[in-house]
């Protein structure tokens, strides 16, 4: 039997709907608008449309947003200045340097110039320390996208075997604490991982995030898994495409994310989340 396609676009649709309507309460009673600030630096096909699409999110979801695009050749102080700038905005309740940055910029200096209260991609070392012990304000936007699905999709963590494949500190360390507080039990693996496929067999959910076409075969999945893809790549074809081999693992999982429409569509939709919860923190709520 076919794997059950978990609809990306369709959960997003629907957190978006609530995050637009709790954004326009929150501007009715408090005169606050949700307010985003994307830096991106350089000239990355890739990230560029990221941030577009993140423009439209904001502007559907009736936030305030700006865009600063600045050159590959921006000095690390500079884009310091910029954040500087951004931080005594109040109409800015998020700020977001888009990665990666070119080289000769230090990424954690970048990072850690944003306050941890407008840190809404949660990479801040205050926030990251947050998400490590439970007790945080934002969560990242990809990892909190999945745990999202999850409840969605009414898939209980509990109890579960849980494998994590990829440890970055974007995605896969801050999955495994989240699966790990919601009750599962983890095991991230990772490039020096002996036997990978002896330990993602075991897995109830299976959490890619390598960010290699067709890594995760049928003959890595048990039966019955819930696999989510969080890979973004593309095939000899040029074809947009996950981690997994979508056709054949969908025979054998019970559930699967689908490359695109799954993982993509939520982690934009987190940020928006994030963007409104800082908005409604500098109003008191």
């Known amino acids: 039997m076919a794997a059950r396609i978990i609809d990306g676009k369709k959960i997003a649709a629907a957190a978006r709907e609530e995050i637009r309507a709790r954004a326009a309460k929150l501007t009715e009673e408090t005169g606050i608008v949700p307010g985003l600030a994307v830096i991106i630096v350089g000239e990355d096909p890739a990230s560029k449309v990221y941030v577009r699409n993140k423009k439209k999110a904001c502007e559907e979801a009736g936030f305030y947003s700006v865009v600063e695009e600045m050159p590959e050749s921006t000095a690390q102080s500079e884009l310091l200045e910029k954040i500087a700038e951004f931080r005594r905005d109040e109409r800015i309740h998020g700020i977001l340097v888009q990665l990666p940055l070119p080289k000769g910029i230090d990424e954690q200096a970048v990072i850690a110039a944003i306050p941890p209260e407008k840190d809404v991609d949660a990479f801040h070392p ?14 990242p936007c990809t990892p909190a996208g999945v745990m999202k699905m999850l409840e969605t999709e009414g898939i209980d963590v509990a109890g579960k075997d849980c494998v994590v494949i990829g440890r970055s500190n974007i995605v896969g360390k801050p999955m495994a604490m989240l699966l790990m507080h919601a009750n599962g039990t983890v095991t991230v693996c990772h490039r020096q991982t002996r036997c990978l496929s002896d330990i993602t067999r075991r897995a109830d959910i299976l959490v890619s995030s390598v960010g290699k076409a067709g890594f995760v075969t049928a003959d890595m999945v048990k039966p019955g898994a819930v696999v989510i893809d969080v890979g973004m790549n593309r095939n000899a074809e040029g074809k947009l495409c996950g ?43």
């Open 126 to 139: 205050e926030n990251v320390g947050h998400i490590m012990i439970g007790d945080y304000r934002f969560l």
């Open 243 to 285: 981690d997994v081999d979508f056709d054949a693992v969908s025979e054998v999982a019970s559930a699967i994310t689908p490359v695109p429409g799954g993982v993509g569509v939520m982690t934009i939709t987190m940020l928006l989340e994030n963007t409104l919860r800082a908005a409604e923190a500098a109003a008191g709520r």
